[in-house]
């Protein structure tokens, strides 16, 4: 009796470090790599809708209130993008491309887009951060 190995996609770790990178708060990335049965992905993709919904329930609310789940979710895919980039590629293999055949060789384009999502993510925190302390110190009287 033999046993037929099952041919996975490959999943290019690139590509899904860019889908992180850009789409991520929407949850695409997620999609790409485990399906659309991924919890985790709804729940990114959820919170654009739920933002929007508090936009529209609390309008006199100041918008770090408002936009909180789509900048939760986009804070979560940002160490999502580097947990991907920075895992090695023979892991990358292991874990994603057990039974596609083929090996993936990154390079530089995601070191560059390492570098990117680090101004990104430390950015997009401290901007939390502050504002978060403006309105709670100040209430909102530095914008």
């Known amino acids: 009796m033999t046993t037929a190995l099952k041919m996975t996609t490959h999943k290019n770790k690139t590509l899904a470090a860019l889908l992180a990178f850009f789409l991520g708060a929407a949850g695409v990335h997620r999609f790409y790599l485990k399906g659309t049965a991924d919890r985790w992905g709804w729940l990114h993709f959820a919170s654009l809708p739920a933002s929007g919904l508090l936009l529209a329930l609390l309008p006199d609310q100041p918008l770090?209130?408002?936009?909180?789940?789509?900048?939760?979710?986009?804070?979560?895919?940002?160490v999502e993008t580097f947990v991907i980039g920075l895992m090695a590629d023979e892991r990358w293999d292991a874990?994603?491309?057990?039974?596609?055949?083929?090996?993936?060789?990154?390079?530089?384009?995601?070191?560059?887009?390492?570098?990117?999502?680090?101004?990104?993510?430390?950015?997009?925190?401290?901007?939390?951060?502050?504002r978060a302390f403006d309105l709670m110190l100040t209430g909102g009287a530095y914008g």
């Open 64 to 78: 770090l209130v408002t936009a909180s789940p789509l900048v939760l979710s986009a804070l979560v895919a940002s």
């Open 95 to 130: 874990t994603w491309n057990t039974g596609s055949g083929r090996t993936s060789d990154s390079r530089w384009p995601v070191a560059a887009l390492m570098v990117a999502n680090l101004f990104y993510g430390a950015t997009l925190l401290l901007t939390v951060i502050a």
